[in-house]
Every structure is written in C-alpha cells, then in structure tokens.
C-alpha cells in the first residue's frame, strides 16, 4: 500500500479524537453575536488565480472517495471518520467551531444518526451567509464502491479551498455547512434549519455537483457554471467569472420546467426555500456517471473546478465584504 494512503488511514482515525470532544455540545445554540451598527462601503474582492490549485482540489476529492470512508453512506460507523475529517479541515483552514463545535447531529428519518459539520468565521454585523454542500454517497451496495466523486466530494474540495482564504472580519459572517443526508431526504438540511431558527440568514449558496465538464451545455465553451436562482446577480457572476473564462447560464440545461424542479423540489435548497431563506444553486450539472460506481475521482476536471471555484470565491467575497 503507498505510503501516502496509509498516512491518510491512520490520519482518520486519529480524527475520532476531535469527534468525540465535540459529540458532548452537538445540541447546542451557535452565539450569533450582538448586532453592530455600520457604514455601507463599496467592496470588489481582488482574487489570484493562483490561489486555487487543481492538484489540492484533486487531493481532497480522492481523500473524501477513499475506500476508508466505504462510499460515505448516512448512518454508517464511516460517517464519524468522514465528519471528523471535514472538521478537522475546517479547523485547519481557520474556520471556528460554529455554535462551540464542529458537529450537529441529528436524527435520520431512516433510523441512526446523522452528522452536520459547520465552520464559521463570524461577521462585524448580525447576519450571516450560508456556503452549503452535501457530502454523503451510497456506500457499498453489493459489495461494490461508489465513491461519489463530483456528487458529491468535488462540492467539499471547494469548500475546503474557499475556507483557507475568507478574511479574518468580514461585515457579513459566514458558516460553511456540510451536511449529511442529501439521499435521506436532505433530512440534514432540513435539521439545521431546524437547530438555528433564530439566525439571520441573507443567503444560502448550495454547491450541488460541481466537478465535471462531461456534459456541458454548450461543448464550444466546456468552462462553464450554472447558478440556479442567480438571475437577480447575474451582473456580479459575470463579472466574477470573468477572471476564469467561465460562461455562466441561470437554468438547468435551458429549460425552466427543470429549473423549477432542480431548485425549489430536490436536494438541500428545496428546504431553504421552503424555510423562506434566499438560495442560489451551483452546478455543473449530472453525468452519465452520476450516482454510479463510475463516478471517480479520475472523472473530474480538475482545471475547470479551479476555475469554478474562483468564481465562488470572488462571489461570496462581494456578499460578505
């Protein structure tokens, strides 16, 4: 076995360590901190290219698909090592407990426990951003891996890219949210809707498949990012896109029916639409790869992540200032 892969096993296992500090405070109330008055001021994020590597985002996607953590199946005994991993990331890249831990647990609708971790660097006013993505598979059927590599750990790659570079007081806090349970009816979702009913929320950004350029919607332009619900940005997309050469579209593959369903019927942010929070939906879109053994790291274009994910990056950066 490579050297490498048995650095990351004993790696996850020294993560119970900082699970089991956390486990005792997972039903506990985030501090939202008192609310500050403040000056509007105009704010236009600069953003190298550089700062974002295709290698690490490829690093993170195969740690997350690796045979360790058994296809990241909800409810499963794996699930404590793949949240103790995410958690220790937040950790490394800056991010605060949210709330006084990492870890919010909740009840599976199916039987057993689910694990949200959150990360958050709080804001000079009482409001908040929410950056979401899902980051559970479906395991080992049969005996056989799905990895879930662009659904869903290519989403964590970003986020893990994203959390290294916030600044240390922006106007706006933001958490960075993981969450369990996107095939159990993104039950985890609707649980920390649930757990912070009384947090001012301005936006919630869902990362949703975001790694591939197998299916693009036009294959003259294969950089390319779909921001379901962004028409009312689209100004600022654009101009946060410019950077990476993406070319931003605001519908699923063109069709609003599919719109309509992908965002407001399906996944996490069809239950922060229905809390009433505002939600934006970012995609690259399904594959033929999508939720199958096939979906491997070795599948994803890790050029063009990097390139999505500057584009996030420079966005969130002009919401929370």
Known sequence: MPKRKITFKLFCFSCLFLLASGLAAAQMRPDIGSALRYEAKPFWPVVRKSAFSADSLRLSVEQLCDSTFAGRLS????????????????RKAGLQAFGGTYFHNFELPSGGVGHNVAGCIPG???EWIVLEAWYDSLGCPDGLLYPGADANASALAMLFAIAGRLPAEPECGII??????????????????????KLKINRVICLDIVGSSLEPLDKRRPRYLMALGGKPAARKLERCARLGRIEMYYDYYRSDSFTELFLHKTGEQKHFHNAGLPCTVFTSGITYNTNRPSDTPESLDYLAMRDRALVLLRYVLSLIG
């Open 75 to 90: 409810g499963s005994r794996e699930m404590v090592q793949v949240s103790a991993y995410i958690a220790s990331r937040f």
């Open 176 to 197: 960075l949210l993981a969450c369990d349970a996107h095939h159990n009816d993104a039950a985890g979702a609707k649980a920390f809707i649930k757990q912070n009913r």
């Open 124 to 126: 000079r006013r009482n």
